[in-house]
């Protein structure tokens, strides 16, 4: 099946310092990536959609200028968490769709940022 | 609104059979989704439905009725690594997903 990968697995870094997230499809073309976050005990929060060569779609209550999105390619998203401090800690997924129409989101393994 | 609700809890034992529900209100329907995640791990992909009745896949199905916002996840054989959450998600009609808040499923000896 569909790969998506993200890197890094796991991240410690700072208070103040930011961190980029990538998220890529292995074996496929993702038009459009999603990018969520969970907290423990608590379903994904979707935080923006993310289509290739366009702005984000942020959902509401989302800092769109704290949490960066580019998706330069078909293959890749990146998510930028700038000036990252301690409550900015969680599990940060990414899922991509395979065209335009299509229904199955795959996701990725999630990446976990603790922010000291 | 849009909602998605799914029992938070249930237990079961090894070798039984489970059937965990999910009831939905959304705006527009692209199909329903059922992941599995472990503690500490992304939610994995354990089926999709888009047309009413039921799709079997191994010792899982899952079962769908539009018409009445309704479907179900079978576990059968149940084995210890099945205890894991299992997230419910309908496809709007703007193609995003709609979460449940996941039901945690604990398996017994």
């Known amino acids: 099946g569909a790969v998506v990968s993200q890197h890094p697995s796991r991240v410690i870094c700072k208070s103040g310092t930011s961190v980029k997230i990538e998220c890529r499809s292995l074996d496929f073309q993702a038009t459009t990536m999603f990018w969520y976050r969970q907290f423990p005990k608590q379903s994904l929060m979707l935080m923006a959609t993310?289509?290739?060569?366009?702005?984000?779609?942020?959902e509401q209550g989302v800092e769109k200028d704290k949490f960066l999105i580019n998706h330069a390619s078909l293959t890749l998203s990146t998510l930028t968490v700038t000036s990252a401090h301690p409550e900015d800690s969680s599990f940060y997924i990414c899922s991509a769709n395979a065209g335009t129409s299509s229904e199955t989101q795959y996701f990725g393994p999630g990446t976990r940022l603790l922010v000291l | 609104g849009q909602n998605i609700d799914q029992p938070t809890e249930m237990t079961a034992t090894e070798g039984a059979i489970v059937q965990i529900n999910c009831t939905y209100q959304?705006?527009?329907?692209?199909?329903l989704f059922w992941y599995q995640q472990h503690a500490g791990e992304a939610p994995t992909f354990l089926s999709y439905n888009v047309l009413d009745g039921l799709e079997e896949k191994g010792r899982f199905s899952s079962f769908l009725s539009r018409s009445k916002g309704y479907s179900y996840l079978l576990l059968k054989e149940l084995q210890m690594k099945d205890s894991a959450s299992y997230l419910c998600?309908?496809?709007?009609?703007?193609?995003?997903?709609?979460w449940g808040a996941g039901t945690k499923l604990i398996i017994k000896p």
């Open positions: 998600a309908v496809m709007d009609s703007n193609y995003q997903l709609i």
């Open positions: 993310s289509n290739e060569g366009s702005k984000a779609t942020y």
């Open positions: 959304t705006s527009g329907f692209n199909g």
